[in-house]
């Protein structure tokens, strides 16, 4: 079957701790994003890729990184420099960001909770 | 700043009530507005809305887009308990040759037996 998959379910982080987040599509999708979900706060967009070795900044970036070297995969790292990692994380994929209009809907993986520990 | 502000953040009904959910938006380039529903883990798409005027309709769900007033929204007539969700909305913006979503904060709708 068709879809996003996203790894692991639950994760814990030490202090001081990198993670990394996996996400992967099989919908031969073009552009794939990820955003943070807090409460009250709605999702608010990390990073996004619309072709492979090439990634542009959402909103807040800052303390993630991610990479984009195959077109099925963009994990995303939390790095120690994120001070307010508890969240939930989403990733998401669309046929292109620049393609036709119809085409533009993004179809969600089912997301990965990060706790700190 | 693109903002887009869902109201009301917050929304408690009875089975067979018809909610209406609000959606505006201000931003720069805007491409298209889509309404996503959240159950307990991945937003699942409802409706993508380009022009305005044009009322977009799945069963007891509908949406419309006034691209004048810059605003949307998301009706469901006869609802039900498996309504019950977070309702988010979402403006495509168009930024150089980049393209992304900027979502609302959602409505949580909660619908009693």
């Known amino acids: 079957d068709g879809g996003i998959t996203q790894s692991p379910k639950y994760l814990f982080r030490k202090e001081g701790q990198n993670v990394t987040l996996s996400c992967e599509q099989n919908?031969?999708?073009?552009?794939m994003y990820w955003y943070r979900q807090d409460p009250g706060q709605g999702l608010r967009l990390i990073y996004y890729?619309?072709?492979?070795?090439?990634?542009q900044k959402g909103d807040i970036a800052e303390g993630y990184s991610v990479s984009r070297e195959k077109k099925e995969s963009f994990p995303l790292t939390v790095t120690s420099a994120q001070k307010n990692p508890t969240a939930f994380y989403l990733c998401a994929s669309s046929i292109s960001g620049a393609s036709a209009l119809a085409l533009e809907t993004q179809y969600f993986g089912p997301g990965t909770r990060l706790l700190v520990l | 700043e693109d903002k887009v502000v869902q109201s009301p953040l917050s929304l408690v009904v009875h089975e067979g009530d018809t909610v209406t959910l609000n959606c505006s938006y201000e931003?720069?380039?805007?491409?298209?507005l889509l309404w996503y529903k959240q159950e307990k883990k991945a937003p699942t798409f409802l409706f993508m809305l380009?022009?305005?005027?044009i009322e977009k309709k799945s069963g007891r769900l509908s949406s419309i887009l006034d691209k004048k007033e810059l605003f949307s929204i998301l009706n469901i007539t006869a609802t039900q308990t498996g309504d019950s969700a977070i309702y988010l909305c979402?403006?495509?913006?168009?930024?150089?040759?980049?393209?992304?979503?900027?979502f609302g904060k959602g409505t949580l709708l909660t619908v009693n037996p």
């Open positions: 979402a403006v495509y913006l168009r930024g150089g040759s980049n393209y992304k979503l900027t």
């Open positions: 919908l031969n999708h073009d552009a």
């Open positions: 931003v720069t380039n805007f491409r298209s």
């Open positions: 890729s619309q072709i492979v070795n090439d990634f």
């Open positions: 380009t022009s305005s005027g």
